[in-house]
C-alpha cells in the first residue's frame, strides 16, 4: 500500500497544473542560489530549490535496502547544502545523473553507491532520503536514479549524494552536500555584547538563524535574542540598532530590502516575546556594504550573513 507521502504526492502531482510559475516558468534560478564548487550543473538546468544550513543533519544511504529496510542509512552532521535542478524535455535520467558522477570523480569523490530504482529498494528508499519538497523537486519513487560518494580532503570529510527523476517529462535532480565538523558556539551573552557595544560600538550576533532567502526567525534564535533582551533588562536607558547583513548573493536591492526585514523581523520579537520598549529599538539593513570577510569563499560569506547590535 502506498504510503501518505506517495499518496500526497501523487494528489499534488494531478491538482498542479503544468505550468509552473514563477522561477520555474522564467527559466532561471531561485534567488540567492549558487551551483556547489567543483560540482556545477547538467547544462541547460535551472536550481528550483536552495537551502544551506551552517549545522544541520543529512540523512544518505551507503547501501541498497533489502526487505524495504536501510542497511547502510548515515545520518551525517555539518554544513549541510542542498540544490534541486531542472532540465527541460530531452536530456534521461541516466545522462544526468551519469554527468553528476563524472563531476564527483573529478572533484575526488570515492563512490559509495549508485544504484537505479529496484537496485536501490523503491519506494521505500526515496522515502528515507531528504528531499526539498515539491515543486522544488520532484521524486517519482518508480523511476528514479541515486548516487552517493564520499571525500576526505586536508583531513575534512565531505558526502555527496545525487537523485535524479522525472515529471512531466522534465528530469530533477538534487545535489546533497554535508561537510562534516562540529557546531560553532555562536552565543554571545549579554556581558559579551555589552562590552563590545562599550569598546567597539557594535558586536555581531551569530546566534539569529533565518531560513535562505526569508526573514522569519527560527526558534534556535531564542538563546541569542535572550541575551539580547536581559541585556536592554539591565539597562533601561539603552537604546540600541539593529542591523541586518546579508552576502553578496543576489541583487544590491534585493539583498538590502532582505537585510532589513530581518533586522525588523528581530525588532519584533523583542517587543512581542520579551516586553522591550519599541521606542529602545530602532532598525536597519545594509545588505552586503559592510562586509567582515571575502566573498569570494564560502567561510566569508558565512561571516557576512550576520545582525550586528549598534550604539546609537
Known amino acids: 500500500m502506498p504510503s501518505s507521502r506517495t499518496l500526497f504526492g501523487l494528489l499534488l502531482l494531478f491538482a498542479l497544473p503544468l505550468a509552473a510559475t514563477g522561477a520555474f516558468a522564467q527559466g532561471r534560478d531561485v534567488a540567492g542560489a549558487r551551483d556547489y564548487p567543483g560540482i556545477g550543473r547538467f547544462g541547460g538546468s535551472v536550481i528550483t530549490g536552495y537551502q544551506v544550513k551552517d549545522f544541520d543533519a543529512a540523512r544518505m544511504q551507503a547501501a541498497p535496502f533489502k526487505d524495504g529496510q536501510p542497511t547502510g542509512a548515515r545520518r551525517l552532521e555539518g554544513r549541510v547544502i542542498k540544490i534541486a535542478y531542472r532540465s527541460g524535455p530531452g536530456p534521461s535520467i541516466l545522462e544526468v545523473s551519469r554527468n553528476f558522477e563524472t563531476q564527483l570523480a573529478k572533484a575526488g569523490f570515492e563512490t559509495l553507491l549508485a544504484c537505479d530504482t529496484d537496485a536501490c529498494g523503491g519506494i521505500p528508499f526515496t522515502e528515507a532520503v531528504d528531499s526539498l519538497p515539491m515543486p522544488q523537486m520532484w521524486v517519482d519513487g518508480f523511476n528514479y536514479r541515486y548516487v552517493a560518494g564520499r571525500k576526505v580532503e586536508g583531513g575534512r ?52 538563524y533565518f531560513d535562505t532567502d526569508k526573514a522569519v526567525l527560527k526558534p534556535e534564535s531564542q538563546p541569542t535574542l535572550g541575551e539580547i533582551a536581559k541585556l536592554l533588562a539591565g539597562q533601561p536607558q539603552l537604546g540600541v540598532f539593529i542591523v541586518g547583513h546579508t552576502d553578496n548573493q543576489g541583487a544590491y536591492e534585493y539583498n538590502l530590502d532582505l537585510s532589513r526585514r530581518r533586522a525588523e523581523a528581530v525588532a519584533a520579537e523583542l517587543v512581542r516575546a520579551y516586553r522591550i520598549a519599541p521606542q529602545r529599538l530602532r532598525t536597519a539593513g545594509v545588505g552586503f556594504l559592510a562586509p567582515v570577510g571575502t566573498n569570494a569563499t564560502d567561510a566569508g560569506r558565512a561571516l557576512n550573513r550576520r545582525v550586528e547590535l549598534v550604539a546609537p
Open 157 to 208: 570529510e565531505t558526502y555527496a549524494s545525487v537523485l535524479v527523476s522525472e515529471n512531466n517529462r522534465d528530469i530533477y535532480a538534487q545535489l546533497v552536500v554535508a561537510e562534516l565538523g562540529a557546531m560553532q558556539n555562536k552565543m554571545v551573552d549579554a556581558a559579551a555584547m555589552q562590552k563590545g557595544l562599550g569598546e567597539a560600538g557594535h558586536i555581531a550576533l551569530y546566534g539569529i
